[in-house]
Structures are given as structure tokens and as C-alpha cells.
């Protein structure tokens, strides 16, 4: 049986698919190509944004009950990809494997984002790309930033270790990679304090 929190996932972030994710995650991945990773892949929130030209596409899951409802969509779709039971604290493929790696709306809730960031960089090609859509701390909102540090406590313990105030853009540039294109946007149809994103890309310094 999936658990709750699995089941109501695709229902809480409808208002913001809707909002703004579904045209993000299509302007960030509709032009990849070669061998794709995406890491904490959940429901498959990004395979209608992926190009079906893909040579391969390997979708990492550590949760069962995602994975489950992630190979449902998959057979929706019709769609090849490898599903992989796997942390991305410890990724399980070879240097130099992938053309990108994704991630959205993952880099909030890893216990740390340095180890994860350290093995995206290792399994990249030299020239991949690092496909990033997070939500981040309001870094230029300093009320919104003190509630954020405020409900983060509760948060963490209610949405699997989810952060809301975390500074994923300068642990990006500081784990070796250089940012070829960053937007910073709010992310319409969510909660206040989960509101601000940063979306784009950066390849291997």
C-alpha cells in the first residue's frame, strides 16, 4: 500500500505544476539529448518535458512508494527508461556516464548537498550539463527569509527533510561548476515560504 505522503504528492503540487513548473521544467529539458540522469525523479513529474529522442534516461528513486507510482507513469507513457533504487549521496554508475543530470526540487531535502553535488560532477561529461530547478532561501526577502527560518524546523519533520533555507546556488558554484544560466523566480501556487526558485543550468567547471 503507498504511503499518504506518496499518494497526496501529485494532488499538494498541482497548484504549482499548473502555476509555473510544467513550462519551467519544459524550457530547462525540452532541447537535452544524449545519456540523461535525473536524480530524486519522484512521480515523474519531468517525462512530459523530456524529448523522446533521448539515447537513454535513467531515473533515480530511493523511495519505494514513488518509485511505484514513477514506473506507473512510465507505462502511461510509454516511455523506456531505467528506474534505479539509489541514493544520489552515492551514485552507482561510472565517471563520465552522463550528457545532463536533473534535478528538481531534490537539492531541499538530501541531508547534505555537497556529497550530492561532488557525484553529479564525477558522473557528468566533460561539457554536460547540471539541469537544476530548486526552491532556495529568500536571500532578498528578509521577512519572508525569517519566517522561512521560523516554519523550517516543522517543515523538515513534515515534508521528508525539506529545507527552506538553503543557499543552493553559491553550494553549486562552490562544488566545481559554473553557472551558464540562472533565473530566479517565485514559484506560483505554492506556499509563501516555499516561493522562491532558482532554475537553469551549469556545466563542470
Known sequence: MLKPVA??????????EEGCLVAWRQGLMGALSGDVLEIGAGTGGSLDALPS????????????NMRLL?????????????????????????????DAVI????????????????EIHRVLKPGGRFV??????????????????????????????????RDTETTIQSAGFTLMQIDRDSMRGAPP?????????????
Open 53 to 64: 529522442t533521448l539515447r537513454s534516461l535513467t531515473l533515480l528513486e530511493p523511495d519505494k
Open 70 to 98: 514513477l514506473e506507473r507513469a512510465l507505462s502511461s507513457r510509454g516511455r523506456e527508461a531505467t528506474v534505479v533504487d539509489a541514493g544520489a549521496e552515492s551514485l552507482p554508475f561510472p565517471d563520465a556516464t552522463f
Open 132 to 165: 537544476f530547478l530548486e526552491h532556495v532561501a529568500a536571500r532578498d526577502r528578509p521577512r519572508r527569509l525569517k519566517w522561512q527560518h521560523r516554519v523550517e524546523p516543522v517543515w523538515k519533520l513534515l515534508v521528508g527533510n525539506c529545507h527552506l533555507t
Open 7 to 16: 499518494m497526496a504528492y501529485d494532488r499538494i503540487m498541482s497548484g504549482a
Open 193 to 205: 515560504f516555499v516561493r522562491p526558485t532558482i532554475r537553469g543550468y551549469a556545466v563542470p567547471a
Open 103 to 118: 534535478s528538481s526540487l531534490v537539492l531541499c531535502s538530501v541531508k547534505r548537498q555537497e556529497p550530492v553535488l561532488a
